[in-house]
């Protein structure tokens, strides 16, 4: 295992300390203090930097995320909610919805609140409030590496509606800044259902500055309701400005801008990211499996307080269900029909 600069043995490691935990791994705990009371939170910490955390509680999502110390993730107002207090009607998610490194949004439904003839669905669905369960967390050596893993299962299930099931893998390697999310969601009902995926990535302070350069993947880029001259600002960052609205991008995947795993990549850099009282590079990636996740929506709200970029591999955009019905069709499974997801974020500094 690579540590601190210096190759280490298990042994050689397991000498140097009392506890393994002196220098990183998974722990889980729970909050108790206001809505966010009886939210468990499982920490993973790598040992080379990052440290983040987990919320089975809230559709086994990552909230926040920080380098030595140092934030990559936004953090909502809200702080991790309890799901006791979801609201689910129309924006109310908005309410609850804790920010953080990752908030899933679906199964059935993502984006604007939407009404069809199989009912009412708000912002962004449900999973992100959604506990699992099986919940499972795993350290084990191979050889003189320690792998690491954290993994649920979330349903979305209605009598007489559709029946989606979730299972989540979060996975990593001592010692390496880097985090696996391995997805799978099946139908495991006996009648097609509807099911649209969207991977809310949110990114903020001091991660985004006016000197942070976004690197988007080749695609066809088209800006949500705006005109395109807007688009020369999808790449680029500055200061809060409180009177600024929200912009959406839809940028749609090339395949030949995917490698030979059928993965595609966009980064966020960073000139001068504040580690200790030192500045320096900081790249963080972004990779996802675009065969199953074509479009990459970018929300960009350099605002006061909203101050986010969200980086979100999606396959549907977010007006919601009639939008994407008359758009390009509703993302569907058949009965016993089962999607994979692969996503990965490794941070560079």
Known sequence: MRLYGEERTRRELEARVGRLGQIGGVRRMRLTEGKEAGTEIIEVRTGAGLAFEITPDKGMDISLAQLWGVPLSWQSANGDVHPMHYESGGTDWLRTASGGLLMTCGLSHAGSPSVDETGSYGLHGRVHHTPARQVSVREAWEGDELD???????????????????????????????????????????????????????????????????????????????????????????????????????????????????????????????VADQRRSLAVSLRWSSDTLPLLVQWRMPGAGEHVLGLEPSNCRVEGREAQRSHEGLPMLQPGESIAYRLELNVDC
């Open 148 to 274: 690491w893993s954290v993994s649920g299962v979330v349903e979305e299930t209605a009598i007489f509606g559709s029946k989606l099931r979730l299972i989540r893998e979060i996975s990593g390697r001592l010692g390496d800044n880097r985090i696996h999310i391995s997805d799978r969601v099946e139908n495991i009902g006996f009648q097609p259902a509807v099911h649209m995926m969207l991977y809310h990535f949110n990114f903020g302070f001091p991660l985004l500055g006016p000197d942070t350069c976004i690197e988007l993947p080749e695609a066809e880029r088209e800006v949500r309701g705006g005109a395109d001259d807007m688009l020369a600002q999808a790449d680029n960052w500055q200061e809060p400005d409180a009177a600024i609205a929200e912009t959406v991008y839809y940028h749609r995947v090339r395949q030949s801008a995917a490698d030979d795993e059928r993965m595609t990549e966009t980064r966020i850099v960073n000139p001068a990211f504040p």
